[in-house]
């Protein structure tokens, strides 16, 4: 009935669901409808993410469902016209399989990818910054790939920062959602004062980075604080 569910993650079958939100034909109707000509879109949980994918202990299994998701977002891309663009995901706990896959979602023609803020959480990965300063040579094919070809990294609301380390104890889920909206920003602000002072700007002159979820009011007293 396009009313939000305070205090509910999930509801229990697809009856309940605006179709909207999974079949195409009627996303783009509401899109329409809007006045929206085009959506990014994010694997926002589930066995798409990386511990979810290494807790499968089964690496070929975990490289398949990368591919089958990545195919899907060129599916719905074509389905779509160009007006639903998922942003792929990477098997980042690999530099040959991470490399072998970023050049297939080239080809794919998809238009970004998703990335942990602090890929040295996962235990096989690497930091963006090598030892040395410059980027670390676990990621400079990707790097390189994205500021050539103009393919949008992106880091999503929750990637740098853990929200609930921040709010009190015993505070209720109502509660905590506008916590949890406000530290979102700040987890975004963190991200781009991270790139910003790295040095990596400087040799990817053309890298786009996208900062999702997080609306943009934040921008002009950050970006005060940094200087």
């Known amino acids: 009935d396009h009313n939000k569910l305070l205090g509910r993650l999930a509801f229990q079958n697809y009856d309940q669901i605006d179709p909207g939100s999974y ?21 926002n949980g ?15 299994l975990a490289i398949a469902i990368t591919q089958i998701y990545n195919d899907a977002c060129r599916e719905r891309m074509d389905e779509s016209g160009g007006r639903i663009n998922c942003m792929a995901t990477l098997p980042y706990w690999d530099k040959d399989l991470m490399n072998r896959e970023m050049r297939r ?15 040295e959480r996962v235990d096989v990965s690497s930091p963006y910054v090598g030892p040395d300063g410059g980027i670390s040579p676990f990621w400079e094919e990707v790097f390189d790939i994205c500021n050539a070809t103009g393919m949008a990294m992106n880091f999503h609301l929750n990637t740098s920062l853990d929200a609930n ?19 979102h920003h700040i987890g975004c602000s963190a991200t781009m004062s991270n790139f910003m002072v790295s040095g990596l700007l400087d040799k990817y002159e053309d890298l786009k980075i996208g900062l999702i979820e997080s609306g943009m009011g934040w921008v002009p007293f950050w970006l005060e604080g940094m200087e």
């Open 105 to 119: 979602i080239v080809e794919l023609g998809i238009k970004g990818i998703t990335l942990p803020d602090r890929p």
């Open 23 to 43: 079949l195409v034909k009627p996303r783009l109707e509401a899109m329409d409808a809007m006045g929206v000509w085009a959506q990014i879109c994010f694997q």
């Open 46 to 60: 589930g066995v798409t993410q990386v511990g979810s994918l290494l807790g499968l202990n089964d690496e070929p």
């Open 165 to 183: 380390s921040a709010i009190w104890d015993n505070l209720g889920f109502d509660q905590k959602l506008p916590i949890h909206a406000l530290l």
